[in-house]
């Protein structure tokens, strides 16, 4: 129920791209505004997918000059240090939604009011209803919705033309011999492991919150144990599958798609039980106010639902907007239909988890030290 | 004794450079080079044909310029050089692949040498431990060559805690703790001041009189080669220029560049006129005049030579029969025991000549006018180099 | 004879040592004016760091900071007693809790304790967001005595004071000091509200929140005191100053809003009778856990040795420190396997590095620089290809293998795994770390002269012999040297492990980073630092003990 707004309208309607003509009248006035903008994300593909939706066609309207800074992945320790030095030179920092809880927590990223900062949907709907459950705290404006699932190679010998069909493959050895890559985390692997062992999706965090449940999930895992290849960057799974070290693998839906598509590798996706999570915006807190309202311009642009729809042009992610849902069209250059490899199609959701923050930021450092101490056993 | 000995071989000198120098070693020569030669690039030599023996109990000093091939003929003996041709013999046995530390010859270095991480006492035990001697006759040993070199209370510093002269000692005494028959030194005095240096001239000269060990020394300085050695082969250019004992290298110079090597010389160029019972008479460049010498090494009538004359040998104010050449003297130096004389003679202003300090040469001034002259058998003709 | 032990004096008839000493000093002074700059930027950039790291590793301010009159009521409570803390606390947790949700501290507190025990940070973060309510029972109340109740202006008039013999300045600075420190920001200057002595002595919890209240409405938002409404919690004040309250003196009040106020504690009947404690409770059951609270009062200090505990696997507790259960200890573990791998890549490093650098010390200059260029190759290619080329190198399907397999040595299904483990750690950093052998044992080696090595085989030692008993010792402070810098630095190291580590290949830096950059558990990191600095200032004065620091030679 939580997707519920983010599934409503997911079919798939092709809209002409007249989108050009109308970007001048989807960027409101800006008085008093900085004219340029430091914009932290992720580098690679999916900085592209924002700078081509966003900030490009924005910047040749409005003259803004955009400096990018691969920082996301550590914009949290970052960010603090900066707040410690009282310097702090980030405008708006793009953070998956528990970094966003962090810094929210920590005073680091300004509360907003979604409805009063943001477009509403073309047929007037107010922003907040239509990013629904996409927004997880007071300081996040979403963008995508993401999830971590499953690819697999198609071509293992040892599987005697089988394939896998639900999570579980994972932890069959059996039938699906070979190693695994999952992440250097427990978020998710715990869940996963829960779920393969006979715990429903209501009381898995009721399970998981009892220091038997992690026990149980750990035992589970401690199944695959030594067939697993652990990964800390995003980008390794993708290339462990290529090079056929290991036969399945979790990564981010994006990089598989990409796996798949664009280099064609043997792979196909296992969308079950994908484990939903959002990316969006933070601005710092405290911003001077010329930086602020330049901030708030681009944002009230960037974040508009003809924009998130465009962003899946060139990324398999999709948008938080509802509304932006039926605007997916083909990918930029491959020319082939995004909405079924989206991860909020509903023929991918036949079993999926959202990422539990408010869970995890009260047990992520007790369970992380009990994560470490069973790898290193 | 070994003197005679020595001079039983054939002398080579650069007389007859390029010819054959197949002058046989004696039989009962101790080490023997026999046509050696060594190239370091494959293009020239370095040590061309050397022939050379030397008798048992015997201090040899290689001397000659840098680059001359003295020390590599001594590391080649040491063993840290391969010949390139020809046979290296010790004690008659061909030892050209017998590795270094089976020659059982003591060296001391040019700059000592000593381990700075061992004291001196472990210095000297070093080539005791490798021969595995017991612990107490290494001790004995230690001691025995430590009170040798007057250094007994040392055994405990580091090399590192002794002063140059110190070192020296303690390199020598490590050089022949292990009682080697042969033992090669290579410029070892170089790093001392005049001193301390001359002192240990005589040091080394004793001990090699009172241990009757065969010295094969390398120096460049001619006049430690002179003090210390029973014979002294001149290099140059790969060559001995002459092997001889110190007075016949200094009175009997071989060729022009034994004669300037060793000790001061003059030199007067001209052209030999007639050769008459081992005489030459020669006309000097410039019409200076004709003069005898002693035909050494200079070809035959019409062929350039240059005259050799030993400073202390000029006679000032000399006769007609003496060789008489016009002289002015340009400038008067005083030493003490000589005056320093620098006389314009023959259309030269660097003749020299060495004039006690007696009444007798009270007159001589700057400016004045004289003859100078020589006994004909002071006066060597050698080649015209 | 006497005049020999007299001191010698200089021409001036000074003591000869005095002149010297005075001659010297002007020289050294001029000398050390030169190096100032250096040294205090050396001393800023060195030395503030580790003093900041040392300091973060026992700080525990926000704590005391965030819930100043909450930890002091607490250091009486008996934490085994079985019994929730007293009314009192729980009061003082309230008030310190809804100035700390107003300046959004809160949330931090709460992230900082979670650290300490999963799930304080959801009950922080959940009383935050209904902390109003409580007030607001006492708000309706008193709107509904007199309309004045929520008019800022009325408010700013009761509270202020009427001239200056009439302020309350202690209230004043003590609120200032209260929020400076809770939120950071600079709180000294005119406000534009000075609270009236007379309601501090009459309503002393009221002056205190509406005096914070002030504070922190001019410093931190910059708005007009008198035009803003008083917090919810200046009502909560209020209704306990008038229960607590003495009736005659508010009777003898007559200063402004007097009549007002009289009409209110008239009325205090009416006022609800809140407990705190179940409110507390029922805003978040977790209040009700004594846990919590032993949480609170055991890192209630401004220093802390909680994170060095930590970092050695203890943690606190009423009773004393303790071992933490078997399930997580971790760190004591992680360092020494940083120690043992660390000195396997130490060890490798020497074995490669030294004939290398006897190759480099050796060789013509020509054959030697084109060595050195390949020694110094790594410094020139980013890590990150060095490491792929490496994953590329040894991984199950990678050319190694492939060889291996092609060769006959392995089975197909028996390939090696010399990659995301320990080898794959030792390997990689083995390689990065080679030049920092290499390079002090060549500067060394060149400065040994070939006739030691004549020498020794002239005395009858064979190559071994010669190599072992005197070239090899005079190679050991190069070997110091290059020991101590490939150790020191690959205990530090964690990209690479991180990378090619796996699980059995990582190290206690990475947890460090982890803590830096994930956890933002600081405190932790820097202990786990300090622990580390620890462990290598007692390497450090073993191996002077050992082998001596002045054997150590750099070049």
Same mark, same amino acid.
Request: aromatic share 8%.
């Given at each position: ?28 006035? !800006? ?72 810094? !929210? ?62 999570? !579980? ?26 779920? !393969? ?181 | ?228 050695? /029973? ?54 460049? /410039? ?90 058998? /002071? ?7 | ?315 606190? %507790?009423?009773?004393? =420190? ?55 190759? =790594? ?43 320990? %080898? ?132």
């Amino acid at each position: 129920m939580r997707m519920r707004l983010l599934l409503g309208a997911a079919a798939v309607v092709l809209v002409p791209a007249a989108a050009g003509m109308a970007i001048a009248q989807d960027i409101p006035p !800006c008085e008093d505004c900085a004219d340029s903008m430091t914009v932290i994300s992720w580098g690679g593909a999916y900085q592209t997918s924002q700078q081509k939706a966003y900030s490009e066609p924005y910047a040749a309207e409005t003259g803004t000059s955009f400096t990018w800074d691969e920082s996301s992945n550590e914009a949290v320790a970052k960010l603090r240090a900066m707040f410690e030095a009282g310097n702090v030179t980030w405008d708006l920092v793009d953070v998956e939604g528990p970094d966003s809880q962090r810094l !929210c927590d920590e005073g680091l990223a300004m509360e907003v009011d979604i409805d009063e900062i943001l477009a509403p949907a073309p047929d007037g709907t107010p922003a907040s209803e239509d990013f629904g459950d996409s927004l997880i705290n007071d300081c996040f404006i979403p963008q995508i919705v993401f999830s971590t699932t499953f690819g697999y190679r198609t071509d293992v010998a040892a599987w005697n033309g089988k394939e896998p069909e639900d999570l !579980c493959a994972v932890f069959d050895l059996e039938n699906f011999p070979g190693k695994r890559a999952l992440e250097k985390r427990p978020k998710k692997n715990l869940e996963w492991a829960l779920l !393969c062992d006979g715990v429903t999706k209501d009381e898995l965090y009721d399970v998981l919150s009892t220091p038997e449940g992690v026990d149980r999930a750990l035992a589970k895992l401690g199944t695959i144990k030594d067939q697993v290849v652990w990964w800390s960057a995003g980008a390794e799974t993708p290339q462990l599958l290529a090079d056929g070290e290991v036969v399945m693998g979790s990564t981010y839906n994006g990089r598989l798609f990409s796996v798949i598509e664009e280099q064609h590798q043997p792979v196909k996706m296992l969308w079950d039980w994908q484990v939903f999570d959002f990316d969006g915006w933070i601005i710092p807190a405290d911003l001077p106010e010329e930086r602020l309202n330049r901030v708030l311009n681009f944002l009230y642009f960037a974040t508009d639902t003809q924009r998130l729809a465009d962003q899946a042009k060139y990324i398999s992610y999709g948008p938080a907007r509802a509304s932006s849902q039926p605007l997916v069209g083909d990918h930029a250059e491959l020319g082939i239909p995004m909405a079924p490899h989206m991860p909020t199609n509903p023929d991918n959701m036949g079993n999926y988890l959202v990422n539990n923050i408010e869970w995890w930021a009260d047990h992520q450092d007790d369970v992380e030290a009990r994560f470490q101490v069973w790898l290193t056993q | 004794m070994c003197l005679a000995f020595a001079q039983d071989f054939g002398v080579v000198t650069a007389c007859n450079r390029g010819k054959d120098m197949a002058a046989e070693p004696g039989e009962g020569a101790f080490v023997a080079f026999e046509h050696v030669q060594k190239s370091y690039d494959g293009e020239t030599l370095v040590v061309k044909d050397l022939n050379l023996s030397i008798g048992k109990g015997e201090f040899l000093t290689m001397l000659g310029p840098s680059g001359s091939g003295k020390t590599t003929c001594l590391m080649m003996l040491a063993g840290f050089e391969t010949a390139t041709h020809g046979e290296i013999r010790l004690a008659g046995r061909p030892i050209n692949n017998i590795p270094p530390h089976k020659r059982g010859i003591g060296m001391v270095f040019q700059n000592y040498a000593l381990f700075p991480h061992m004291t001196v006492a472990e210095n000297l035990a070093f080539p005791l431990e490798v021969r595995k001697m017991s612990r107490a006759e290494r001790d004995a040993k230690v001691k025995r060559a430590l009170d040798m070199v007057q250094m007994g209370a040392f055994g405990g510093r580091r090399p590192a805690q002794l002063s140059g002269g110190q070192q020296q000692r303690i390199a020598l005494a490590r050089a022949l703790v292990f009682d080697p028959a042969l033992v090669l030194m290579d410029e070892p005095l170089g790093a001392l001041d005049k001193q301390l240096r001359e002192h240990m001239q005589y040091e080394i000269k004793h001990l090699h009189e009172s241990l009757g060990i065969t010295v094969v020394y390398v120096t460049h300085d001619q006049s430690e080669a002179l003090t210390m050695s /029973d014979r002294v082969a001149v290099f140059n250019d790969g060559v001995i220029q002459q092997l001889a004992d110190p007075p016949t290298l200094y009175e009997r110079p071989d060729n022009s560049f034994v004669a300037q090597f060793i000790g001061e010389n003059n030199k007067l160029h001209g052209r030999v006129t007639a050769i008459d019972n081992g005489r030459a008479r020669v006309k000097l460049d /410039d019409a200076a005049g004709e003069v005898n010498a002693m035909a050494v090494c200079c070809g035959a009538a019409g062929e350039q030579t240059m005259l050799s004359i030993r400073p202390e040998r000029v006679i000032v104010g000399a006769g007609p029969e003496q060789n008489a050449l016009a002289a002015r003297v340009d400038e008067l130096i005083y030493l003490g025991d000589h005056i320093r004389c620098r006389m314009n003679v023959a259309g030269r202003d660097d003749f020299i000549v060495k004039i006690p300090n007696s009444s007798a040469h009270a007159a001589l001034r700057v400016g004045v006018e004289t003859n100078v002259g020589w006994l004909t058998e /002071d006066c060597r003709a050698l080649d015209a180099a | 004879m006497s005049e020999a032990n007299a001191p010698m004096l200089a021409a001036d008839g000074r003591p000869l040592k005095k002149s010297l000493q005075r001659a010297l000093r002007a020289q050294k002074l001029r000398a050390l004016l030169l190096i100032a700059p250096l040294l205090l930027f050396i001393l800023l950039s060195f030395l503030l760091p580790i003093g900041d790291m040392l300091f973060r590793s026992v700080e525990n301010q926000i704590v005391p900071d965030t819930l100043p009159d909450t930890v002091k009521d607490l250091s009486e409570w008996d934490s085994e007693s079985g019994n929730l803390p007293d009314e009192a606390t729980f009061q003082a947790l309230y008030f310190d809790l809804f100035l700390a949700a107003e300046a959004k501290q809160h949330s931090r507190l709460g992230s900082r304790l979670n650290y300490e025990r999963p799930g304080i940070s959801s009950l922080f973060r959940s009383t935050g967001r209904r902390l109003d309510d409580l007030g607001e029972q006492y708000q309706d109340v008193f709107a509904g005595f007199d309309p004045s109740w929520e008019d800022a202006g009325f408010w700013f008039r009761l509270m202020s004071a009427q001239g200056d013999d009439d302020a309350a300045r202690d209230v004043l600075g003590a609120e200032r000091n209260r929020v400076a420190k809770l939120t950071g920001i600079d709180t000294g200057g005119d406000i534009g509200f000075v609270p009236s002595a007379t309601m501090a002595e009459l309503l002393p919890r009221t002056t205190r929140e509406y005096t914070a209240f002030a504070v922190y409405t001019v410093k931190d938002k910059n708005d007009v005191v008198a035009e803003e409404e008083p917090w919810e919690s200046v009502y909560a004040a209020l209704g306990l100053d008038l229960e607590a309250a003495d009736p005659s003196a508010i009777a003898a009040y007559s200063g402004p809003g007097a009549e007002v106020l009289k009409a209110a504690a008239l009325q205090a009947g009416q006022l609800p009778v809140i407990d705190y404690r179940q409110a507390m409770i029922d805003i978040d059951e977790g209040w009700g856990q004594e846990s919590n609270w032993q949480t609170l009062k055991l890192y209630s200090g401004e220093y802390t040795n909680g994170y060095l505990l930590n970092a050695i696997d203890m943690q606190k %507790t009423p009773e004393g =420190p303790e071992l933490k259960p078997e399930k997580q200890r971790i760190y004591i573990k992680l360092f020494l396997r940083t120690m043992a791998l660390s000195l396997a890549i130490t060890f490798l490093c020497f074995l490669l590095g030294y004939p290398i650098a006897f190759l480099l010390a050796t060789l013509p200059l020509r054959t030697s620089n084109l060595i050195m260029i390949l020694v110094l190759l =790594p410094f020139w290619t980013s890590l990150l290809v060095r490491t792929a080329s490496w994953k590329i190198l040894l991984q199950q399907q990678g050319i190694i293998n492939d060889l291996l397999v092609w060769a006959g040595i392995i089975s197909n299904s028996g390939r090696l795994v010399m990659i995301n483990n320990a %080898t794959g750690t030792i390997i990689a950093m083995t390689h990065i770390l080679l030049p920092f052998m290499i390079l002090p044992l060549y500067s060394v080696m060149k400065t040994i002269p070939p006739s030691y090595m004549r020498a020794a085989r002239s005395l009858g030692a064979t190559d071994w012999t010669a190599f072992w008993r005197v070239y090899f010792p005079q190679t050991v402070p190069g070997m110091g040297a290059g020991a101590i810098l490939v150790f020191i630095l690959s205990i530090g190291y964690y990209i690479t492990p991180e990378l090619v580590g796996g699980t059995s290949g990582i190290f206690i830096s990475n947890r460090i980073a982890y803590h830096i950059s994930t956890s933002l558990n600081w405190g932790l990191a820097a202990a786990l630092a300090t622990m580390l600095l620890v462990v290598v200032l007692a390497l450090y004065w073993i191996y002077d003990k050992i082998v001596g620091i002045d054997n150590v030679k750099l070049g």
